[in-house]
Nanobody
C-alpha cells in the first residue's frame, strides 16, 4: 500500500485548502478511506471517513466545513476544507482500511497550518 498526500500549506483563518491522497498498490474500491490529523501535543484523531459503499462520517468540529470524497476510477481521496480555523492546524494523514474493518495503513502526512 502506498498513500501519498498533497495539498497542505499555510492558510489564513477562514480560508480553504484541498487535500488529496493518491493510492497505489491496492484495489482502491475495496478499502474504506479516511483522513486523520495530529495536532501538536495531541493524539492522532479521525477527521473524516468514507466507506467502500460511500457512507461518510465526520468528527463533530469539522461537520459542515469539511467534505470528504473519493474517486474509485482515479484511486484518489480528497478532503475539501473550508472555513479553516487555527485549531485545524495539524499534520493530516490519509488512511486506508481493507474491507472497512482491517488494519489501517497510513501516508506520510501533509502539514496544514492555519494562521494569520
Amino acid at each position: 500500500v502506498q498513500l501519498v498526500e498533497s495539498g497542505g500549506g499555510l492558510v489564513q483563518p477562514g480560508g480553504s485548502l484541498r487535500l488529496s491522497c493518491a493510492a497505489s498498490g491496492i484495489t482502491f474500491s475495496l478499502y474504506a478511506m479516511g483522513w486523520y490529523r495530529r495536532a501538536p501535543g495531541k493524539e492522532r484523531e479521525l477527521v473524516a471517513r468514507i466507506t467502500r459503499g460511500g457512507r461518510i462520517n465526520y468528527v463533530d468540529d469539522v461537520e459542515g466545513r469539511f467534505t470528504i470524497s473519493r474517486d474509485n476510477d482515479k484511486n484518489t481521496l480528497t478532503l475539501q476544507m473550508n472555513s479553516l480555523k487555527p485549531e485545524d492546524t495539524a499534520v493530516y494523514y490519509c488512511s486506508s482500511q481493507f474491507m472497512d474493518s482491517g488494519s489501517l495503513s497510513w501516508g506520510q502526512g501533509t502539514q496544514v497550518t492555519v494562521s494569520s
